[in-house]
């Protein structure tokens, strides 16, 4: 089932919901455990659709002016077991199917087990967790994953009702309150191969008219307190030695405030996580040989521990294992929110670009990492000035092509991306192509580039300049490797892929 309404996503240690004021969708990347579900819902029970009807409600979009057309479903429901709502023998509730009418999936006779939300218009909306009560099918040809992501499922299944059932019957009590803290900007050592944020003995303050109590999270950033009464909670997280607490994220609540209230009933739960930032930086100069300063370069920290490698190779450190910042027209670099301990700084250290055409080196002017000297940070102090001088500027070079279609005819407007081999996907693209499809890139003497042409239709164009002869809708190339040894004046890229 699909939401009423519009709704957004944010990435946290799990997934959660991203702006306040949305309706809850039934169907969405993190569903929120039993308790909390069960804390936001105005109604929970089992029924069978015994009616419903479709609607069509037209509207005008307040800026544009454009007609729009939204779908909904009134479901009548006969309640067959009630757990929490109005004592009523029939339930009516929406479900929406959105701008293109999609999705609406109540069926007339099936039994469902109901999460009914209410809105601004007083309506109670199907949401998250609303599912029927079909029983999970297990089929013999099936693998064994598929199998197991069965059984875990229907076992999923049975204890939301075991628990819905309990608090109907009341054997259980008490509102539980947990969460995580964390650092998006907690640099990875070598070892890691993700982010790893956790922040550890963060203290969490929840206070209410009637409890106070404190809790610090724990070597995985967690906290948990259970056995709360019912009412209304504010959760805030003391700032560890050295971090800012900056924002709050909750299931149905994004916030620039890392002060939380929460309103609990009986059984129900609330999570939260709480994200803190680092208050150190990291600053300093970078000079030419002649002490001038140089503008663009790329300084970043990276952990103490990859002194330990034999050697550092381009591409050995990824972007989420470094801090970074650039110099400007005063060769002065900042880089903030820097959790402490104990880092190497350096120019390039993942690999030199056009931008900044640099050999690697480390403070203080060393390039073989073992010789580099590793500064420290302290908690939630400025660490610097710490200068570095570079004496050598690798050689650039103009790589220029020309982007065609399967039949030669050029393409206009291809977007152009030169990255180093093996690198991921990244945001962004170097060079577009002009109205005879060619293009100019630069590159480092020496060093190896995977290049690759993208195209896709622009709906806005006001002519058809530029529109794939085949009638592609989008298409690239394959990547192509290169080594720059000097100027490349006549490289050719075919879209030869049509992308869907």
Avoid at 19 to 41: D, G, H, L
Avoid at 319 to 346: C, H, M, W
Avoid at 366 to 380: H, L, M, N, R, Y
Avoid at 482 to 487: G, H, I, P, R
């Amino acid at each position: 089932m699909k939401a009423p309404s519009r709704v957004i996503l944010l990435t946290l240690l799990l997934i959660a919901f991203l702006w306040p004021k949305q309706k809850i969708a039934a169907s969405t990347y993190y569903t929120p455990p039993v308790c909390e579900a069960f804390n936001m819902a105005k109604a929970v029970f089992i029924g069978r659709v015994v009616n419903a009807s479709q609607k069509r409600e037209y509207a005008y979009d307040d800026e544009t002016g454009e007609p729009s057309v939204a779908c909904s479903l009134e479901a009548v429901f006969d309640v067959i077991e009630r757990f929490s709502g109005p004592p009523e023998r029939t339930m009516n509730v929406w479900e929406s199917g959105g701008d293109a009418c999609e999705g609406v999936d109540l069926t007339l006779g099936e039994v469902y087990l109901v999460y009914a939300y209410e809105e601004v218009d007083k309506k109670l909306w199907a949401g998250v967790r609303t599912r029927s009560l079909r029983p999970t099918s297990i089929n013999a040809s099936d693998n064994q994953w598929s199998k197991e992501y069965h059984r875990e499922l229907q076992k999923e299944y049975d204890d939301e009702l075991e628990f819905l059932r309990s608090v109907s019957r009341k054997t259980l009590s008490g509102a539980r309150i947990f969460g995580a803290a964390r650092s998006d900007q907690k640099i990875l050592d070598k070892n890691h191969k993700g982010r790893n944020g956790s922040l550890a003995g963060v203290t969490i303050k929840i206070e209410s008219g009637r409890q106070s109590l404190e809790v610090k999270t724990d070597s995985d950033g967690k906290f948990d307190i259970q056995g709360l009464e019912p009412g209304v909670y504010k959760v805030v997280p003391e700032s560890l030695e050295g971090y800012v607490p900056v924002r709050s994220i909750g299931w149905m609540n994004y916030s620039k405030s890392w002060k939380k209230e929460v309103s609990l009933r009986n059984c129900g739960c609330a999570q939260l996580i709480f994200e803190l930032d680092p208050s150190a930086t990291v600053d300093g100069r970078v000079l030419d040989a002649e002490g001038k300063p140089l503008a663009g370069v790329e300084v970043g920290l990276i952990s103490e521990r990859w002194r330990e490698e034999v050697e550092i190779q381009d591409g050995n450190i990824k972007s989420f294992q470094i801090l970074e910042g650039k110099t400007d027209t005063d060769g002065k670099y900042k880089i903030n929110k820097v959790a402490p301990g104990r880092y190497l700084l350096g120019v390039n250290v993942t690999r030199p670009s056009a931008q900044s055409p640099y050999p690697r080196i480390f403070y203080s002017d060393v390039s073989d990492i073992k010789q580099a000297e590793a500064i420290t940070v302290e908690p939630g102090k400025s660490a610097g000035p710490f200068d570095l001088r570079l004496k050598q500027k690798l050689e650039k070079h103009t790589i220029q092509g020309i982007v065609v279609w399967p039949d030669d005819t050029p393409a206009i407007g291809a977007k152009i991306s030169l990255r180093c081999p093996g690198e991921g996907l990244r945001r962004g693209y170097d060079a577009t192509t002009d109205e005879q499809g060619r293009f100019t890139l630069e590159g480092l003497k020496g060093y190896e580039y995977e290049i690759k042409a993208y195209w896709e239709k622009d709906e806005q164009a006001p002519n058809e300049t530029g529109e794939a002869p085949l009638g592609w809708r989008a298409a690239a190339s394959e990547n192509e490797r290169l080594t720059v040894a000097d100027d490349a004046k006549h490289l050719k890229i075919v879209l030869s892929t049509q992308r869907q």
